[in-house]
């Protein structure tokens, strides 16, 4: 939902995401394009295929919270960013993403 946005905002937003979930601890389903965005925001990325629409990979973020402008910059997140590329690829050359 914030890909249309400049990234300063839309990093404020996701700040303010991730400030409420700590919070209130709701359940979030969130649908990005963004690699980079799944990574800061979640615990567990689902990668989806198309037509049908179908779970076909997961990674399973291990990196604590609370989250900020200094984990985006950090060896982890980069790690996990590299990860969760890898499942994409993998999925997009089966066909299925």
Same mark, same amino acid.
């Given at each position: 939902?914030?890909?249309?946005? @400049?990234?300063? !905002?839309?990093?404020?937003?996701?700040? @303010?995401?991730?400030?409420?979930?700590?919070?209130? $601890?709701? !359940?979030?389903?969130?649908? !990005?394009?963004? +690699?980079?965005?799944?990574?800061?925001?979640?615990?567990?990325?689902?990668? =989806?295929?198309?037509?049908?629409?179908?779970? +076909?990979?997961?990674? $399973?973020?291990?990196?604590?919270?609370? $989250?900020?402008?200094?984990?985006? !910059?950090?060896?982890?997140?980069?790690?996990?960013?590299?990860?969760?590329?890898?499942?994409?690829?993998?999925? =997009?050359?089966?066909?299925?993403?």
């Amino acid at each position: 939902p914030f890909a249309a946005l @400049d990234e300063i !905002t839309r990093f404020k937003l996701n700040n @303010d995401l991730l400030q409420l979930w700590a919070q209130r $601890r709701f !359940t979030v389903i969130f649908v !990005t394009h963004s +690699v980079y965005e799944s990574v800061y925001l979640s615990e567990r990325i689902l990668v =989806m295929a198309a037509r049908p629409g179908r779970i +076909v990979g997961e990674v $399973r973020i291990d990196a604590p919270y609370p $989250r900020d402008d200094a984990f985006r !910059t950090s060896e982890t997140y980069n790690h996990w960013c590299r990860q969760a590329s890898a499942e994409l690829q993998r999925a =997009m050359q089966l066909g299925e993403a």
